[in-house]
């Protein structure tokens, strides 16, 4: 079911874009060389702890999903881009680094992404992150009134494919609200002018994610953790949006 929210509920859901931003911006700093990725995970839970939010991923537990994921925020590391679970690995020098946050705040979700690299950059890694951005920020610009779901998606995918990247659409954006994952299902290819028509009060989140040179991924051992099928590196960009008469609105901005 697509829910629209009003105006008011639009703005009742500002605090949680703000913390997931203040998270996120914070869990960032925090990550270099020599970190432990549970120290991470230790600094969001201690952060939701302080506000009183509530982490969508602690009980999460999905038909993919092993098991609850048990932990408050998703660390993909280099060859790993989605659903990292945390563990005990301590980061390298020029490790790419995915950071996938979500909580609810006064009842409402906001759900936001970003990668960076730890240390020493490698160019390549650089490039892919930027990319990310670029269709995320493509996909954004698109989720307008008047268009549809299938132009969010044309717009991530032809940044994707301009960059020389393939598209894996098997996980893609989706509806926020009350809850963490709704309708629609905004993949990351699509074709223009089909699918869902953007409607003012669609809350959604658009999460490019791509993969230096497949779209294939796998599940680790842990149940959880995504990887890419030939072990090349990952990266992810995500905000929660929502579509008003105004243009679209970046609830998940971070300074
Ligand atoms: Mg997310």
Not at 42 to 68: I, N, Q
Not at 104 to 111: E, I, K, L, M
């Amino acid at each position: 079911m697509i829910e629209l929210r009003t105006p008011t509920e639009i703005e009742q859901m500002r605090p949680a874009g703000r913390f997931v931003a203040e998270v996120l911006t914070a869990v960032t700093a925090a990550a270099d060389v020599g970190v432990n990725l549970l120290d991470l995970d230790a600094l969001a839970h201690r952060m939701v702890k302080d506000r009183g939010a509530e982490s969508c991923y602690v009980d999460y537990h999905p038909s993919f999903g092993a098991m609850p994921f048990g932990k408050v925020i998703c660390t993909s590391v280099n060859d790993a881009v989605l659903h990292g679970l945390p563990h005990d690995y301590t980061l390298r020098d020029g490790d790419l680094l995915s950071l996938d946050f979500a909580a609810s705040v006064d009842g409402w979700v906001a759900d936001s992404a970003v990668s960076v690299v730890v240390g020493t950059p490698r160019e390549e890694d650089l490039r892919l992150i930027e990319v990310t951005r670029r269709a995320l920020d493509a996909g954004i610009d698109a989720a307008r009134t008047g268009n549809r779901v299938g132009d969010i998606s044309a717009a991530i995918s032809a940044v994707a494919h301009d960059a020389g990247l393939s598209v894996n659409t098997d996980f893609g954006g989706h509806g926020v609200g009350r809850t963490m994952h709704g309708d629609p299902h905004i993949p990351n290819d699509g074709r223009p002018g089909r699918g869902l028509p953007l409607k003012p009060g669609l809350v959604i989140a658009i999460e490019p994610w791509f993969l230096h040179t497949t779209n294939e991924i796998y599940t680790d051992r842990d149940g959880w953790t995504l990887r890419s099928a030939d072990g090349s590196r990952g990266a992810h960009s995500e905000h929660t949006i929502a579509v008003t008469d105004a243009g679209p609105v970046v609830l998940t901005a971070r300074d």
